[in-house]
């Protein structure tokens, strides 16, 4: 609507208007897909579709369940935004008469015509810079118009002003920039856009994949044969998804304005990488990237001739036969077949049409003859010592430690990973004394909010148990107001931070530990609780990747990726159930129990090596303060920064010294 009131001012002369209006649908336009992301990513989140556990009669009907608390949390999520983002302007919009259909609209957005108006509204409101600007980014999707610079060009001056295009996506211009380093030989360089490259090139796959589960043809009945029953249906409608999800890989390869998609786009990046890695110096890294090329192209013999070469280089100093492909690389390849075994199965078993394309062919490669390493003779020698610049944070290749101070001499050493039957597994008592236990329960009733963390549901986990939680933010906003005492809200702060200290120091971390969430967290069950109970307070899970214990895979996906180190304190035992347990891949070969009391705390890795959950709580209340953490500053908590700049303003006001706080 924004849109078609835009064009009729434009053609009515009033180019205010049109500005105006044209800005506001596009940043409608933006708004409107940043939400359906974020709603799917935390519905998606806080309802998984997890697979039914033993069978029997009722497993169709749990699953049902998991669908339905999925839907009624996008629809809720979805109506929320609706209610508080649309404002006058659409009611004004919404009482004319639309001059051009949706489809038209969807159609000039994509071709980016808003820009084309753009560009002459602001030319005539003598508004050059933006005027050029929107120009550029229209130009850059439509090259046919004018003879234009090429996508080999970073960006155009106009007067002296660089521009921008506002369309621009970020995995392709990393790409760009990386292939200009990489042919101007300045390889470090080329290196880190590449990488840049990527980890864009996985968040926008994330977003491509999230936003099939928005589609205007799902609900196409026409499409459906009159003799499909309810399982033929859901399994189409399941495939159409699918192949959406699977032809993310071309509408990421191609650029705007083009009609077919950069040739063995994805598998490049690994090929770009290899030999970039190898120009450093760095082998390691280079047979990383090999062997990730590889995945897609296993029978490439230049490549395996490398593979050959890194790992002779290698073998005198380790075992090459350690290094793996690269771990982003190897998820998404298993994913990738994974949905062509089952659009297969759907084009022959149930007639749905899809031809598979081919974009990672042998054609595109790098712009040069193929370099056999081990042909290249003294270039060898010529190599730099090893040097590998800002790299990302080790996740599986860190070193596995523990053992470290515990920094406090009040806290008492419990049970290490061995004798917790796993990997990268502590237990501590008398983090927490029972003073500080009390204090912090008594705030709890006064800062809860129901299903915090969990849009608002009360029972997110579970049916029979309401869950309440509240952020360090929260808790500190109500001290500093006055609603809860002042202290009992930094203690909230300082026990979280005594133990994120213990954590890093215990795991020997090498690095900074920095806070992904805090959470303080009560679990209560409900008075019409069945008796027996057979289910979980928190059902079986791992921290940083969603776990299918069916395939004993574990699928990492950012955010929740990003986590490396978790821990829950716990601040009381008068209840009943709530034991912690460890288990198995499988979800249900315990491998420890640990049972709650006030000061013990539980730490360990996030990952994959530690599945994990809570036993139903049957009776009293179990309150506990949930923290996970990060090894990668760029996911940092942003409520906590915002909760130290608060104690450093509280400590400004009372004439405190950062030194003596610390």
Known sequence: M?????????????????????EQALSSRRRLREERLRCRLECGARAPLR???????????????????????????????EDSGCGEHCAAASARVLSRSPEDVSLDFQKRMPYSYLQQAYSQTNQMEKAAEAAYTFLM????????????????????????????????????????????????SAIESFEQALKEYFVADRECRVLCEWSQSYGDYDNLAKTDGFYEVIAGLYSQRLICEHDCVRELATWPGQLSPIENFLPLHFDYLQFSYYQVGNY???????????????????????????????????????????EDATIFMKRHRLESELITSAVVHLGIPYTEQNYWTHGGGRQEEPQVLSEMGSRMTEAPEQSVGKQPVPRLERDLREGGPLLYSHVKFVYNSEQLNGTQRMLLDNVLSEEECRELQSMTSRIMLAGSGYQGEVSPLTPNEKFEGATILRALKFGYEGRVPLKSARLFYDVSEKARKIVQSYFMLNSTLYFSFTHLVCRTPLSDQPQNRDDLSHPIHADNCFLDSDTNECWKEFPLAARDYSAILYMNEDFE???????????????????PKCGRMVSFSSGRENPHGVKAVTKGQRCAVALWFTLDPLYRELERLQADEMIRQWN?????NPKDEL
């Open 577 to 595: 159930g709530g034991e912690f347990i460890f288990t198995s891949m499988d979800s249900q070969t315990v491998t420890a129990s640990i049972k």
């Open 284 to 326: 390691v890294k280079a047979l990383e990237c090999a062997r990730a090329y590889l995945l897609f192209h296993p029978d490439d013999e230049d490549v395996q001739d490398n593979v050959k070469y890194y790992e002779s280089v290698l073998e005198e100093s380790m075992d090459p036969q350690t290094i793996k492909p690269r």
């Open 652 to 656: 400004h006001e009372q004439g405190i």
């Open 51 to 81: 697979t039914a556990r033993g069978g029997g009669p009722a497993w169709e009907l749990r699953f049902l369940r998991a669908l339905l608390e999925r839907a009624r949390c996008v629809r809720r999520c979805e109506r929320a935004d």
């Open 2 to 22: 924004l849109y078609n009131r835009g064009v009729e001012a434009f053609s009515a002369g009033d180019f205010q208007a049109a500005v105006r209006y044209l």
């Open 141 to 188: 999707a439509n090259p046919e118009h004018m003879a234009v610079p090429s996508h080999d060009e970073n960006t155009e001056t106009v007067a002296g002003t660089k521009l921008v295009d506002r369309e621009a996506q970020p995995h392709l211009e990393h790409y760009r920039d990386a292939v200009e380093f990489y042919e101007a030989d300045n390889f470090q």
